[in-house]
């Protein structure tokens, strides 16, 4: 038998070497269980060791040599230890010892004044031929603490006993049934001794219960919350900078509006109507760029294609770009290819804002010289494509090679110092690159600092006609208010101010205005008189502009035009509000010029 109790000792250390080899050539992350876990792997081993060690030496030495009573007490030692550290892995996984450093400290010194006394105390060794057995004070010490131990572990269990299911108390209650199966067989057979074998089991048990979730997994999860955490502070910084961006026009408002108050002088009150124009235009150049910006980012800019003649869209951002040069001593070339194709496919205000942002910049950042404006093309005409090369050269301030990179960022404005009577947001690339990406489209720079930037731009698009139509004349045309007294107009509006300001616009037309304040109100006015034509605010609380206007068809008889007003200002809107009803499409702040053009269109004139 006690043959049999070796061997098994002896599978067991070679298991558990094992163990020891593949748990530490793993990487695992740094916790208390694990250094437990650890500590208690060793020391069974040092157990086992002992353990096959005493068996040989207790049968070749004599009982009381000096080396097998070393032997035994340190077996009652190991024991003890055993005993002591798993008692202490049982107290970890059921309350939270982070808060209870005391316990740690006390295990400690109990382990090192307890262990001391049960190697010193006196202790008899006796064998039976087969077996070895121990006993005296310090075997029962011995016994002492692990009766106390296992009312611990109990205690433990009992306070956790909700949390039996969590796999961490698996090698609790498998020691609880293993120990119990060793005593029994022990009571039958005394000659059997396996409690050192349960030991080895509960730790290969621990070994794969305890907590070591896996490091790849640490390393990802730790690389994603960096990851957050950047996005965090990028948000942060975009707003902060937004804020900063909005405030400055923001402050010129207030403040001039606060002189015109204070001012007696209608010349000096224009001039702060002025500036405050000014300010406004900054403002929401400001926020459609932001707009712009936040929804390329959310990925919701759709591409929509539509023919256009490039030459009359080019020239007419040259016409956008010219009063920014005002009286600057530049020269603004335009140069377009011969074989550029009359009529081509494409999202053409995406093409327009692209260029148009590329050459207000250059306007911007130059002060003499030269601006040329270059659209070359290369065209496949058998796959009807053609691409769009398009530069724009200036002879401006120029990029520092370092910051040729950033400039496409958001907020990012170079040479600060020298730009700061050069109004901008620093968003005007972003939106620019985003946009061109966006198209399938390529865009570079390149500059040398004091001399000049060339910004070109590639995009490819569909050719649909080859000849170039003849171009129309759109001369500006100055507003022609038409007289249209005894026209009857309702505005409706949630918001009284908006309200005043689209009143204020219309006063020169001369027709008689009604408002409506809600969609509830304007279904009321609409039933008690026929009007020529009315304004609709798509965004109002409780019944919103699409949802008044079902309300307006459901009458056979209504016939009046009705226009859309909103400042949702996304591309492809007008098609949105034309499919559900609305006859036209302003967006806010609304622009005379397309006012004139939309009341002209609905009530005769031209
Ligand atoms: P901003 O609103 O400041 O013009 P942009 O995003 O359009 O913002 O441009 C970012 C920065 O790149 C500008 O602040 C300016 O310093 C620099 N930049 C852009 N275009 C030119 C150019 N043609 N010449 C010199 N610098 C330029």
């Known amino acids: 038998m006690g043959y049999f109790s070796v061997a098994l000792s002896i599978a067991s250390l070679l298991f558990l070497l094992i163990i020891f080899v593949v748990f530490k050539s793993k990487e695992n992350i740094k916790s208390m269980q694990l250094e437990l876990f650890s500590k208690m792997l060793l020391l069974t081993i040092f157990g086992l060791c002992i353990d096959i060690y005493g068996f040989f030496a207790f049968q070749i030495f004599d009982l009381d040599s000096m080396i097998n009573q070393f032997i035994a007490r340190l077996y009652i030692v190991f024991y003890f230890l055993w005993g002591l550290s798993f008692t202490y892995y049982v107290i970890s996984i059921s309350f939270d010892l982070e808060k209870k450093k005391s316990i740690k400290t006390i295990t400690k010194i109990v382990a090192i004044l307890v262990g001391l006394v049960i190697f010193l105390c006196p202790i008899n060794i006796y064998s039976d031929g087969a077996s070895t057995y121990s006993y005296g004070l310090s075997v029962n010490i011995n016994y002492t603490f692990s009766f106390i131990f296992i009312i611990i572990m109990l205690y433990c269990l009992i306070k956790n006993i ?11 209650l498998a020691y609880i049934v293993l120990a119990t199966i060793v005593i029994i067989i022990q009571q039958v057979n005394p000659k059997l001794t396996l409690m050192i074998f349960c030991q080895s089991v509960i730790i290969f048990i621990m070994y794969h219960t305890i907590e070591n979730p896996d490091v790849q997994m640490i390393k990802e999860l730790n690389a994603a919350k960096d990851q957050a955490e950047k996005a965090n502070r990028a948000k942060t910084d975009f707003l902060s900078n937004m804020s900063h961006e909005i405030r400055t026009p923001l402050n010129a408002i207030v403040g001039f509006s606060e002189c015109m108050l204070d001012s007696n002088d209608l010349k000096e009150t224009k001039e702060y109507a002025g500036d405050i124009v000014d300010a406004s235009k900054q403002l929401l150049e400001i926020v459609n760029g932001i707009l712009d910006i936040s929804k390329i980012e959310a990925n919701k800019v759709e591409i929509i294609p539509k023919n256009y003649n490039p030459r009359e869209v080019f020239d007419g951002l040259r016409k956008l770009v010219l009063p920014r040069i005002k009286e600057k001593p530049i020269e603004f070339k335009m140069i377009f290819s011969p074989d550029l194709p009359g009529i081509l496919r494409g999202d053409v205000s995406k093409v327009k804002q692209v260029i148009l942002n590329i050459l207000t910049n250059a306007a911007k950042y130059t002060d003499k010289g030269e601006i040329i404006f270059n659209v070359n093309c290369i065209n496949r005409l058998d796959t009807k494509k053609c691409l769009m090369y398009i530069s724009v050269k200036d002879s401006g301030h120029g990029i520092q090679k370092d910051k040729l990179e950033t400039i496409f960022g958001k907020f990012e404005r170079v040479d600060e110092d020298k730009n700061t009577t050069t109004e901008g947001t620093g968003l005007g690339l972003a939106i620019t690159k985003g946009l061109v990406d966006l198209m399938g489209g390529r865009i570079t720079v390149f500059s040398k600092y004091g001399e000049g930037s060339t910004f070109r731009v590639y995009l490819e698009q569909d050719i649909i006609s080859m000849e170039v139509p003849e171009q129309e004349n759109h001369e500006e045309e100055e507003i022609n208010y038409t007289d249209y007294s005894g026209k009857k107009i309702l505005i409706v509006d949630d918001s009284k101010i908006n309200l005043k300001v689209a009143e204020t616009l219309m006063k020169p ?19 008690d008189k026929n009007y020529d034509l009315i304004f609709m605010d798509i965004m109002m609380p409780k019944m919103n502009g699409v949802e008044t206007l079902y309300k307006l068809r459901e009458h056979e008889d209504f016939t009046t035009p009705v226009v859309a007003l909103t400042a949702d ?18 967006s806010k702040p609304i ?16």
């Open 591 to 606: 622009d005379r010029k397309l006012l004139n053009k939309v009341i002209n269109k609905y009530l005769g004139g031209k």
């Open 509 to 527: 037309y001369k027709f008689e205005i009604d408002t409506a304040i809600s969609g509830y109100e304007a279904l009321e006015k609409v039933n």
């Open 569 to 586: 200002a996304i591309e492809g809107t007008d098609e949105k509000y034309l499919s559900v009803g609305f006859n036209s499409y302003l």
């Open 162 to 172: 909700k949390r039996i299911k969590n796999k961490k108390y698996i090698p609790l």
